[in-house]
């Protein structure tokens, strides 16, 4: 299987933008899903399918996925943004059919 | 509401076996594809091992492969995680997760540990 890299953190300051990565060689090709997760929490579902948000999830997140990066977009972020975010997809290699998660950015909310 | 609840975690020494469960409520169990993840004290999410809607089709990630199993009975709406062998790396809160390609709904967490 492969990796996911994410960078393991970023601060940005109360309405501003946060922009998560998540990098592998062809990422564009396949499908993202990203989630948050606060301290001693389970983690929560924010966009799926590189771009679509579940039910709940405010419109200040947004996603992309193109050639090498995929990338989760929190606009005007506010305190109780601050989590660690997860990207993950479906290798779907006949060899290694398996989902694989990014290694985590923590963002902290200055 | 969908709600996952995992049991059958605690502490155990290195070789021995623990089954976990989950406990699906609020949707239809035996529509949907199963995930257990788990994450070590202070470190990210891993995927461990998926399960199609009837119990046919299991992956695992290499690390537990041949040594943990995942199952579901969905007559009594339960999915299980027996793992064997245990090692002091297995150590880790295990969630159970729901899945439409994008893992939607997840439980609370079990804690295994495993230690001498």
């Known amino acids: 299987s492969y990796v996911l890299t994410q960078p393991p953190s970023l601060s940005v300051a109360p309405g501003e933008t946060a922009r998560i990565t998540c990098g592998e060689n062809n990422i564009g090709g396949k499908s993202v899903h990203w989630y948050q997760q606060k301290p001693g929490q389970a983690p929560v579902l924010v966009i799926y399918y590189d771009s679509d948000r579940p039910s709940g999830i405010p419109e200040r997140f947004s996603g992309s996925n193109s050639g090498t990066t995929a990338t989760l977009t929190i606009s005007r972020v506010e305190a109780g943004d601050e989590a660690d975010y997860y990207c993950?997809?479906?290798?779907?290699?006949?060899?290694?059919?398996?989902?694989?998660f990014g290694t985590g950015t923590k963002v902290t909310v200055l | 509401e969908v709600q996952l609840v995992e049991s059958g975690g605690g502490l155990v020494q290195p070789g021995e076996s623990l089954r976990l469960s989950c406990a699906p409520s609020g949707f239809s169990f035996r529509s949907y594809w199963m995930h257990w993840v788990r994450q070590a004290p202070g470190r990210g999410l891993v995927w461990v091992s998926r399960?199609?809607?009837?119990?046919?089709?299991?992956t695992y990630t290499d690390s537990v492969k041949g040594r943990f199993t995942i199952s579901r009975d969905n007559a009594k709406n339960t999915l299980y995680l027996q793992m064997n062998s245990l090692r002091v790396e297995d150590t880790a809160v295990y969630y159970c997760?729901?899945?439409?390609?994008?893992?939607?709904?997840w439980g609370q967490g079990t804690l295994v540990t495993v230690s001498s």
């Open positions: 399960i199609n809607t009837d119990g046919s089709k299991t």
């Open positions: 993950q997809v479906w290798d779907r290699n006949p060899d290694h059919p398996d989902d694989v």
């Open positions: 997760a729901r899945a439409l390609d994008a893992l939607d709904s």
